[in-house]
C-alpha cells in the first residue's frame, strides 16, 4: 500500500495539496487528470525526486518520508524512457541492479523472456522500436524487483499499434508479479482496459478515488461527470416527480430532492426522426444545432429548448437517419441512465 497523508508541495507558482491518498497493494491504480493538474508531481514526491513541504508517505507500512530516492524501492518509467543511449539494451536494463538495496533481484533470463528482449540485448536504443524501448525502460525498473513502479504517460507518444502491445505487456506483467503499479495518463482507453483502481487530479487536489467503475460510471461531482465525458452535465431540482432543468421534467431512479446536479451519457441519448413509443421514459423534441465528427463517433447537438443535450452516434446512423443540421428530431433516454449526484 502507498499512503499519502496532508502531503503539500510548492512548485514554483503551482501547489499540490494538501491531499490525502490510498493505494491499495498490488493494484494497477490509474492517475488522471487534465494537463497541469499535477501528476507527474505527485509521482516524482512519491519517488523522492522532489520533496514535499509537509506530509508523510508510506509504502507498505513503513515511513519513507525522509527516506533517499534510491532507497524507496520504487521503479520509474518516463513518457521519453530515459535510456542510455551509448549503452545496450542488456546494459540498460543492468543499470540500476548496482544502486540497488534490494538482496533478490529477477533473474535477467526470465525478466527479458517475459518482456520479449532476448533478440534485442545488444542493440542500442537508437535502434529500437517505440514499444521495444518502452519494454527495456519497465525491464530496467522491474530487474530491481521493486515494491512500486510508477509509469508517467508511458503510453502518450506512442502510436495505436504500439500503445495496443505496451496495454498487453502491462496486463500481464502486473498479473504475474506481485507489484503495484501506479501510472499517470490522460488517455480513457489505457484506465479502461489495464486500471483496477484509480483517482482524478484537478488542480492539484483530489477529486475522486475508487475502483476504474466507480470513477467512470459514478461520478460524484460535475467536474468529474464531464471529465468522463457525460458531457451532458446539468444543474436540477429533484422532487418526487423528477428533475426540472430549464423548465424539462426529467424522469430517474433516484430518490434525491432539493437541489443537485444530473448527467446522461451521450451513448445513451437516442435520436429519431419520429417521435416513437418506447419504454424509455425521457422523451423531448428538439431542432440539431451541430453535427461534429469525433474519431469514427458523431456527436449531435440537438437544442430541446433551453436545454441542449448532446448524443453520440455511429457513420451508419447518422446516415440512415439523414442528420444534418437544422433538422427537426426526438431525442431519448431511460431514467436509469440519468446519474444523480
Known amino acids: 500500500m502507498i499512503s499519502l497523508k496532508d502531503i503539500k508541495v510548492t512548485f514554483k507558482d503551482f501547489q499540490l495539496g494538501p491531499l490525502h491518498l490510498e ?3 498490488s493494484v494497477f491504480f490509474i492517475l488522471m487528470g487534465p494537463t497541469g493538474s499535477g501528476k507527474t508531481l505527485l509521482l516524482e514526491t512519491i519517488a523522492g525526486l522532489v520533496r514535499q513541504d509537509t506530509g508523510t508517505i508510506e509504502i507498505k507500512g513503513i515511513d519513507v518520508t525522509e527516506t533517499p530516492p534510491g532507497r524507496r524501492n520504487i521503479g520509474i518509467v518516463y513518457q521519453d524512457t530515459a535510456l542510455f543511449p551509448h549503452l545496450s539494451v542488456r546494459q ?6 548496482r544502486y540497488s538495496q534490494n538482496t533478490i533481484e529477477y533473474d535477467f533470463n526470465k525478466l527479458v523472456e517475459l518482456l520479449d528482449l532476448e533478440r534485442l540485448l545488444d542493440r542500442l536504443p537508437g535502434k529500437l522500436s517505440g514499444g521495444e524501448k518502452q519494454r527495456t525502460a519497465l525491464a530496467r525498473a522491474l530487474i530491481i524487483d521493486p515494491g512500486v513502479i510508477l509509469l508517467d504517460e508511458p503510453l502518450s507518444s506512442l502510436d495505436q499499434m504500439f500503445k495496443g502491445e505496451i496495454r498487453s505487456e502491462l496486463r500481464r506483467l502486473h498479473s504475474e508479479t506481485a507489484t503495484t503499479f501506479l501510472m499517470t495518463t490522460h488517455d480513457f482507453t489505457d484506465a479502461l482496459s489495464i486500471g483496477t483502481h484509480g483517482a482524478v487530479i484537478k488542480d492539484g487536489s483530489i477529486e475522486q478515488t475508487g475502483t476504474i467503475d466507480e470513477i467512470f460510471y459514478s461520478p460524484k461531482t460535475p467536474f468529474m461527470a464531464s471529465f ?6 446539468f444543474p436540477a431540482e429533484f422532487s418526487e416527480d423528477g428533475a426540472v432543468v430549464e423548465g424539462h421534467l426529467v424522469r430517474h431512479t433516484s430518490n ?4 443537485g446536479f444530473l448527467a446522461v451519457s ?3 441519448i437516442v435520436v429519431s426522426r419520429e417521435t416513437t413509443v418506447t419504454s424509455q421514459r425521457n422523451q423531448f ?4 444545432s451541430s453535427v461534429e465528427r469525433t474519431g469514427s463517433i458523431f456527436s449531435i447537438s440537438v437544442d430541446c429548448g433551453n436545454l441542449v443535450m448532446i448524443s453520440s452516434v ?3 446512423a447518422l446516415s440512415e437517419l439523414n442528420l444534418t443540421e437544422g433538422q427537426d428530431v426526438y431525442i431519448s433516454f431511460k431514467a ?3 446519474h444523480v449526484f
Do not use: C, D, F, L
Open 228 to 233: 468522463v465525458g457525460m458531457k451532458n452535465v
Open 23 to 25: 493505494i491499495p497493494e
Open 256 to 259: 434525491k430532492s432539493g437541489h
Open 336 to 338: 436509469s441512465a440519468v
Open 314 to 316: 455511429t457513420r451508419s
Open 92 to 97: 540498460n536494463i543492468m543499470y540500476g541492479v
Open 266 to 268: 451521450p451513448e445513451a
Open 285 to 288: 423534441a428538439g431542432k440539431i
